[in-house]
């Protein structure tokens, strides 16, 4: 089989390696697709570090082409589309076993799975073999639409995570593709959605997605902004999608009394930021972490696009062929697109 192998950094190369044998409860997956996360856009970098060889790709659609012996064939059979969900969860910890696998306590990016030559979470191999748990059936899209549910079921748990209600004022910063996701999923639960990017062109996309304001925070003060849109309450919840440190400390201006605050994203660098503990404690803010999804945002996201009910043809970038793996990564890495897809088929 192929498989797009990490050597180095800004080095990825095509390898043959041999295809993996199913057995026992393992389904072997045949990858029709799989989008380049900005993880894996950092693996390239050099940002987030990992042990060469290394096999990366964790937005995943495919297609059964075996079942072990022991697979329920009631449930399951060879030709069933499917997304491969997050195949790094232990399933065993304390976490895991109370419905938070999105924390596993042992949640390995560099774990070695099964029938892979390398390390690594292996979406980017043309055959991957995983346990039934980790694969969830969709249907009515493209494998390029469908391997972008993995994001989609992230975004629902943060937005759940905050629990967004009806009229909830909710600001969003940062227009990349989980911005918009987010603005998707916060519009549809019936809040009054702004968005704040930079990016004029993603300010009007947001807009066409449900926003009620964009904006832009290098042209006006972004908390007087949203002052001014609130009435003065400001947003019952901030998510901030942004990697970008001094973005934190900008929430704070842009929150209400008893709100919150979702830092969905990582932070590059990871530097400390400065908070008022008697301005949390006052004014009753929360102030929350999420990252991952679990099997209930899997199974939702599958649904809510196999039913049109979410729609992610507009965050399909660039579509390449896995032959021109490396010119799919430099281009991804240029960080001016949603999702640069690498096809199989």
């Given at each position: 089989?192929?498989t797009?192998v ?7 190369e095509?390898?043959e ?5 199913v057995?026992g ?6 990858v ?12 390239y970098?050099?940002?987030?570090k990992?042990e ?8 995943i ?5 075996a ?7 009631i449930e ?7 997304v ?6 232990c399933?065993?910890?304390y ?5 938070n696998?999105?924390s ?7 774990a070695h799975?099964?029938g892979?030559?390398?390390k690594?979470?292996?979406?980017l191999?043309?055959y991957?073999l ?18 972008i549910?993995?994001p989609?079921?992230?975004?629902i748990?943060s937005?759940?995570?905050a629990?967004?209600?009806m009229?909830?004022?909710v600001l969003i ?9 987010h603005?998707?999923?916060c ?5 009054a959605?702004?968005v704040?990017?930079?990016n ?5 996309l947001a ?19 949203v002052?001014d849109?609130?009435?003065g ?5 901030v ?6 440190p001094?973005?934190?400390q900008?929430?704070f201006?842009?929150v209400?009394n008893?709100?919150k605050?979702v830092l969905y994203s ?6 400390p930021v400065?908070f ?12 929350l ?7 209930r ?6 649904q809510m696009v ?10 399909i ?5 896995i032959?021109?793996?490396e010119k799919?990564f430099?281009?991804?890495?240029k960080?001016d ?9």
């Open positions: 089989m192929k797009a990490f050597t180095g950094i800004r080095k990825v095509l390898q390696c041999e295809t993996p044998h057995s409860n393992k389904v072997l997956v045949k029709n697709s799989c989008a380049i996360c900005t993880w894996e856009q950092r693996v970098t050099g940002v987030n990992v060469f060889p290394f096999i990366g790709g964790h937005e659609a495919g297609e059964i082409a079942l072990g012996e022991n697979v329920n064939k399951w059979g060879v030709g069933d589309k499917v491969v969900g997050a195949t790094l969860q399933r065993n910890c976490y895991c076993k109370t419905g696998s999105q596993c306590e042992h949640f390995d990016h560099s799975l099964e892979l030559p390398y690594g979470m292996g979406g191999s043309e991957l995983v346990s039934p748990d980790c694969i969830f059936k969709y249907k009515n899209v493209t494998p390029n639409e469908a391997c549910i993995e989609l079921s992230c975004v748990h937005v759940e995570t629990n967004v209600q009229g909830d004022f910063i940062g227009c990349g593709i989980m911005g918009l996701i603005t998707i999923l519009q549809k639960r019936g809040a959605v702004i704040s990017d930079v004029e062109a993603r300010l009007e807009k066409k997605l449900g926003a009620i304001c964009t904006i832009n925070p290098a042209k006006i003060d972004l908390s007087e902004a002052k849109i609130t009435g309450i400001k947003a019952q919840v998510f901030d999608t942004t990697p970008i001094t973005v934190v900008d929430t201006g842009c209400s008893a709100g605050i990582s932070i590059h660098p990871a530097e400065l008022d503990p008697n301005w949390v404690h006052g004014k009753s803010i929360q102030i972490g999420t990252a991952n999804s679990n099997d945002d899997f199974m939702r996201a599958a196999s039913e049109h009910v979410i729609d992610l043809k507009p965050f970038s660039e579509i390449y062929p032959e021109k793996i799919a430099e281009s991804a890495a960080a697109k949603f999702r640069v897809v690498v096809n199989f088929s």
